[in-house]
């Protein structure tokens, strides 16, 4: 599959689609700039959770600030730590720490959007603190295709662990491993 780099997005998003069909995908984020959470918990050597299908993408359970559970989607497309209703933010009393541009892979469709602060993301056993998550105010399209979800969970969340997104067994599989030195279903990945 060959990407231009404005279509990256698209492209990883199509290229994942192709490789979930048959087998579980693990991952590990290089940090290259990516806002991930302050400090990342695991009681166990590893934490599964169930994962349910939402359309096409998986969907998972998390507390936010020991409240929930709230169904996320996980997005392997989505920039930082992820996105969380405005009306989920608003229910929460999550504060406003700033600001951000947002748009889409292609640079398009630019527009402001505020950054809140979640103190603990916890999902099965595993517990993320400090975390800048994106609050957005999704358009009503959005909304009724996603009815249901209290935001979208992204790759940086988990850049101190390692993660497999088990479509076959429909589970999330989160470890403090190393990744494994090689096989199929390994798909490097470094955010920018």
Known sequence: MRCERADVGTCLLGLLTVLVLSAPLTAQITRAGAEGPERTEIPEFRV??????????PVIEATVNGQGPFKFLFDTGAAGC???TADLA?????PEVGDVRVGDPRGRNSEMAKRVGIDTITIGSATFRGIEILRRDY??????QRRGIGGILGFALFQDVVFTLDYPGRQLIIEKAPLPNSGDNLLPFTAE
């Open 48 to 57: 599964v959770v169930p994962m349910e299908m939402h359309a096409s993408q």
């Open 90 to 94: 608003k229910q929460l009393g999550l």
């Open 82 to 84: 992820g996105r969380i």
């Open 139 to 144: 358009k009503e399209k959005i909304d009724v």
